[in-house]
């Protein structure tokens, strides 16, 4: 069976910093894309990083680059987001995801095939 944990989100003052994590099992994780997306209340899922699946190749959403690095330790399974410099509009579920192989767009959601439940990550001003 395959999981996705999310954990590490808070309430957090703008301008502070997380450090999000997604455990992974039962799954061959080295050989899958990740990524995390975001979703705020009323609002679509959207794309904020992903990460091939040998950590050479990293793409980040608009909004986020230069604040957020999504990283992966295929050793422990894991893939973390470090978040600085928070705002209020980075408030959203974090949710990690699984693409696995023939790789889609690490844009798109429909790429990803496995999910966790998500991580609430507050940002007040």
């Known amino acids: 069976q395959v999981q996705l944990v999310e954990s590490g989100g808070r309430l957090v003052e703008a301008g502070g910093s997380l450090r999000l994590s997604c455990k992974t099992s039962?799954?061959?994780?080295?050989?899958?894309?990740m990524a995390w997306f975001r979703q705020a209340p009323g609002k679509e899922r959207e794309f904020v990083a992903a990460?091939?699946?040998?950590?050479?190749?990293?793409d980040y959403t608009d909004s986020v680059k230069g604040r957020f690095t999504i990283s992966r330790d295929n050793a422990r399974n894991t893939i973390d987001l470090l978040m600085n410099s928070l705002k209020p509009e980075d408030t959203a579920v974090y949710s990690c995801?699984?693409?696995?192989?023939?790789?889609?767009?690490?844009?798109?959601?429909?790429?990803?095939?496995?999910w966790g439940q998500g991580t609430q990550v507050t940002v007040s001003s």
């Open positions: 039962g799954l061959i994780f080295s050989e899958y894309a």
């Open positions: 995801a699984a693409d696995p192989p023939p790789y889609g767009d690490s844009r798109s959601a429909r790429s990803y095939l496995y």
């Open positions: 990460i091939t699946r040998n950590g050479l190749t990293t």
